[in-house]
T-cell receptor
Framework: EPEVTQTPSHQVTQMGQEVILRCVPISNHLYFYWYRQILGQKVEFLVSFYNNEISEKSEIFDDQFSVERPDGSNFTLKIRSTKLEDSAMYFC????????????FGQGTRLTVV | GDSVTQMEGPVTLSEEAFLTINCTYTATGYPSLFWYVQYPGEGLQLLLKATKADDKGSNKGFEATYRKETTSFHLEKGSVQVSDSAVYFCALSDHASGGSYIPTFGRGTSLIVHP
């Protein structure tokens, strides 16, 4: 069964460093998303990506964040200068065309900023 | 804007008890509704979905019915097992959200099932 793949599964970084979280969405999907889940809290929307551009973003997704789909298969989230409060589980998701289709989620990357 | 409200957890039950997790929503359009489950240390998995009023989604003994009149999508299971212990997220995807159909999640409800 096709699945969304995220790497790495766990990343530890020092405050102020840049990190890149990687995702390989399901191949025929058109919509891509990044979500964040701080430990024990709600799943928060960060950004959606369609047709090679950001279609929507939340207030969390400030200038420190960027996304790219560099080669037609990978979908990356970059945090330019990490802060302690960026520590969270980051989930990538993708979905097919259509409002009634479900989003498929990856297993997540646990980011720890020290 | 769109939002999803779930009952507070944790919900603690004995094995074979009946489960209800309440979920209500607010949407500007005509949303599709989903329940996702997150087992400890894992990602989000789709449990079931419903795309129009009065649709019933079901999977692994869980059911939820799309009630437009009460804007609700409550999750039920007749007899829970220890292996059902997880966090359950109600979510919607709204046709009116500019075409991105961004899934919007509730806060999640933790279910703990004791033997």
């Amino acid at each position: 069964e096709p699945e969304v793949t995220q790497t790495p599964s766990h990343q530890v970084t020092q405050m102020g460093q840049e990190v890149i979280l990687r995702c390989v969405p399901i191949s025929n999907h058109l919509y891509f998303y990044w979500y964040r889940q701080i430990l024990g809290q709600k799943v928060e929307f960060l950004v959606s990506f369609y047709n090679n551009e950001i279609s929507e973003k939340s207030e969390i997704f400030d200038d420190q964040f960027s996304v790219e789909r560099p080669d037609g298969s990978n979908f990356t989230l970059k945090i330019r200068s990490t802060k302690l409060e960026d520590s969270a589980m980051y989930f990538c998701a993708s979905r097919e065309q259509g409002f009634d289709t479900e989003a498929f989620f990856g297993q997540g990357t646990r980011l720890t900023v020290v | 804007g769109d939002s999803v409200t779930q009952m507070e957890g944790p919900v603690t039950l004995s094995e074979e008890a009946f489960l209800t997790i309440n979920c209500t929503y607010t949407a500007t359009g005509y949303p599709s509704l989903f329940w996702y489950v997150q087992y400890p240390g894992e990602g989000l998995q789709l449990l079931l979905k419903a795309t129009k009023a009065d649709d019933k989604g079901s999977n692994k003994g869980f059911e939820a019915t799309y009630r437009k009149e009460t804007t609700s999508f409550h999750l039920e299971k007749g007899s829970v097992q220890v292996s059902d212990s997880a966090v359950y997220f109600c979510a919607l995807s709204d046709h009116a959200s500019g075409g991105s159909y961004i899934p919007t999640f509730g806060r999640g409800t933790s279910l703990i099932v004791h033997p």
